[in-house]
């Protein structure tokens, strides 16, 4: 069974710009989740989408956004780039189909972002 | 708001040597515990989950944890490491506010395995 995948796994963006990140999930896993990860915050979450819905939020402003399509593909959105939006950006997937964190997440490799 | 707290930054240690990762989490209501494993240049792998019934929990690669309430613990423990063991170790629990649930996770302990 394939992992998570998330695309690009590299991108450099100059400040004000807007950046869109993928992520497959796992096949049969509907829920998809978003870390960013950087040295000063460590990892933080962001949101968690279920059948195209975003069912959980983390406290990050509204320049971060994403959606879910039917094939529960993820892509995530950052509008307006900031330098401190340089981070790791992590996915994850599994099956949650309670909304509740307790089953197994599987992460992809990440997306690293600078922002010069 | 829950909180995870990662006591020391860095461990180093000898191989075979045994080994333990602190994690403490402020809560006054039932939560999940995790560990996850960060190699370098990669997401994150899970070792081990407390949801409910026996406190301690076996995981992945030898890594065992055991949950304190009274103490509101979760340290993650190893009896013999091996070099392969060096990488980032996270610990993370549940968190429900506003109707909305998401998974906090500590700073991260780097663990460094030295032949």
């Known amino acids: 069974k394939a992992g998570v995948t998330q695309t690009p796994r590299y991108l450099i963006k100059t400040r004000g710009q807007q950046v869109t990140l993928s992520c497959s999930p796992i096949s049969g896993h509907r829920s998809v989740s978003w870390y960013q990860q950087t040295p000063g915050q460590g990892l933080q979450f962001l949101f968690e989408y279920f059948s195209e819905t975003q069912r959980n939020k983390g406290n990050f402003p509204g320049r971060f956004s994403g959606r879910q399509f039917s094939n529960s593909r993820s892509e995530m959105n950052v509008s307006t780039l900031e330098l401190g939006d340089s981070a790791l950006y992590l996915c994850?997937?599994?099956?949650?189909?309670?909304?509740?964190?307790?089953?197994?997440?599987?992460f992809g490799p990440g997306t690293r972002l600078l922002v010069l | 708001a829950q909180s995870v707290t990662q006591l020391d930054s860095q461990v180093p240690v000898f191989e075979e040597a045994p080994v333990e990762l602190r994690c403490n989490y402020s809560s006054s209501v039932s939560v999940y515990l995790f560990w996850y494993v960060q190699y370098p240049n990669q997401g994150l792998q899970l070792l081990l989950k407390?949801?409910?019934?026996?406190?301690l929990v076996k995981g992945i690669n030898g890594f065992e944890a055991e949950f304190n309430k009274s103490q509101t613990s979760f340290h993650l423990r190893k009896p013999s490491v091996h070099i392969s063991d060096t990488a980032e170790y996270f610990c993370a629990v549940t968190t429900h506010q506003g109707g909305s649930e998401k998974l906090v996770f500590g700073k991260g302990t780097k663990l460094t395995v030295n032949p």
């Open positions: 407390y949801l409910s019934g026996s406190t």
């Open positions: 994850a997937s599994s099956h949650s189909p309670s909304g509740r964190f307790k089953e197994t997440q599987y």
